[in-house]
């Protein structure tokens, strides 16, 4: 793919807005560049789960969609590099048996690919040389050679953290208590999401400054990608002025269900709505977006709800969202984005 945007460079107005999380953002991302190529797009991505891994900055939802947009994720990981390998990070374990419990020398629970160790060195050397996080993603993106603009929510630093709901113990051995609150990669990454939640903050939220506000209240186009609402979509929605803005033009937002048949594809989405109070469906996300979005589009195994989610004054798109083939995701990107452009075609029967 051959890019079309240079560093720093900001359209006035872009065709698409798509505001992203990682694995299902990207790969929603990759269809929309096929289905319309021509589209100047931006993808506003969440950093809440942004990190520092072994002394470098990583940006997973970031690298995640330069990755798959450049064609070089791992195609079953649905992260990282294809044809990756780990010598580093296996290396490491050879000091596992004497690093102190409160040390932060490198540890072998959070694994770079020794490919991808490359973007993060770039990536925190220039973010401590005084670049900003989103001239970095602009560089990286380029260096990829990918074909939209890609901008990370906000300049400053936004943490998810994660209030756990039970004791965990961690493979390597470490345990956490009840009502103990961790990094969301400690939560996603060490506990492998497999202990329950109490609650999800997203520190530095209320200062963080967001990017991108104009281009999301003069685009013809906002989608709320299919990313988990609660820690890809939430973080964004927590900076200041996002909601506001969506609110303002919601009938030419789309959002595009991330739980099928009351199950997520891939990660906890549907146990941490259940978790958190609300229902694993996409009704549940319908009532999430129903206040700034006004389209949810839903796969035709929950075409029984749509009656429901169109009494919260929503219009619903039935169709097949599960990205299982090239024609599948060009067809629901396509979709989406009439939807959102021309929403009197849609409009509940």
């Not at 990755?67 to 791992?74: F, K, M």
């Not at 929510?153 to 994660?162: A, F, G, H, I, K």
């Not at 492998?192 to 939220?205: D, Q």
Request: with cysteine; glycine share 6%; net charge negative.
């Amino acid at each position: 793919m051959k890019a079309t945007h240079t560093l720093n460079e900001v359209t006035a107005t872009p065709d698409i807005v798509v505001l992203a999380g990682g694995v299902g953002a990207a790969r929603f991302l990759r269809a929309l560049h096929s289905a319309r190529p021509h589209s100047d797009v931006v993808a506003i991505v969440n950093t809440g789960d942004d990190t520092v891994a072994n002394g470098l900055h990583v940006s997973p939802d970031i690298d995640t969609v330069i990755y798959t947009l450049a064609a070089a994720i791992d195609p079953d990981r649905g992260w990282g590099l294809r044809d990756e390998t780990w010598t580093a990070m296996q290396s490491l374990a050879r000091y596992a048996s004497v690093r102190p419990d409160d040390s932060r020398a490198p540890n072998d629970w959070f694994n770079l690919g020794d490919r991808d160790l490359a973007t993060h060195l770039y990536r925190t050397a220039r973010l401590r040389e005084g670049a900003s996080l989103e001239q970095v993603t602009g560089e990286i993106a380029r260096a990829w050679n990918v074909p939209y603009r890609v901008v990370p929510m906000s300049n400053q630093p936004v943490e998810t953290r994660v209030t756990l709901a039970a004791t965990s113990t961690a493979s390597d051995g470490h345990r956490y208590a009840n009502g103990e609150t961790v990094s969301f990669q400690e939560y996603f990454v060490r506990l492998r999401h497999a202990v329950p939640v109490a609650s999800v903050a997203f520190v530095g939220a209320d200062t963080a400054a967001p990017l991108g506000l104009s281009e999301l209240s003069s685009t013809a186009c906002v989608v709320i990608a299919p990313s988990n609402p609660v820690v890809s979509i939430g973080p964004l929605r927590a900076l200041s002025g996002i909601d506001s803005t969506l609110r303002q033009r919601r009938e030419s937002v789309v959002a595009i269900s991330p739980i099928i048949g009351g199950a997520a594809l891939k990660g906890p989405a549907d146990r941490m709505l259940r978790e958190l109070g609300h229902e694993s469906s996409a009704l549940g996300v319908a009532r999430m977006y129903a206040p700034i979005c006004g389209t949810l589009v839903i796969d035709s195994v929950d075409a029984a709800l749509r009656p429901d989610i169109e009494k919260l004054g929503m219009r619903c798109i039935v169709t097949d969202t599960i990205m299982k083939s090239p024609d599948v995701a060009r067809t629901l990107a396509d979709t989406v984005v009439s939807a959102a452009t021309t929403p009197e075609n849609v409009a509940p029967k």
